[in-house]
């Protein structure tokens, strides 16, 4: 019997579903399955969710946009959102039970110098963090229904 799907969705799948996926899936350990999707991929992850992540010690350079039409035939046992726009166009995918909205701001949009913009990528990536390894505590010690 394969593991319960957690999937993350966002618009672009380029940064902040690709850092809720990393962040859930070191937390969580072997308990679900994650990956992460968009509605409107961008092709690519982006270079500075990499390196945020690289920073806790996470490697997603394996990791690839991807469009949530992947999903549809595979049971999903929780949806999360992470962004407005993927919440409004979300569908259901079989076998899900669960669906959760925590939106972020996203890091791609952030102007400044390189610093201003990594900064915003690093506060992105601590509310995901905070959140998703919140809700992982919550899988583990069961208070969180998974399936």
Known sequence: ???????????GNSC??????????R??????????????PAGYVHPMALEVLKEI??????????H????LEV???TVITVCGNADQVC??????INRHHWGFQDPAHATGTPEEIRNEFRRVRDEIRLVFEAYAAGLKEGSVRVK
């Open 16 to 25: 902040r579903s690709h850092l809720a996926e990393a962040i859930l899936r």
């Open 57 to 66: 010690g996470l490697d997603a350079s394996a990791h690839r946009s991807k």
């Open 75 to 77: 049971p999903v046992t």
């Open 27 to 40: 937390a969580v350990g072997d308990l679900v399955d994650v990956a992460s999707a968009g509605s409107k």
């Open 91 to 96: 569908p259901i995918f079989p076998g899900q």
């Open 68 to 71: 949530l039409t992947e999903f």
């Open 1 to 11: 019997m394969s593991k319960p799907l957690v999937l993350v969705l966002c618009t």
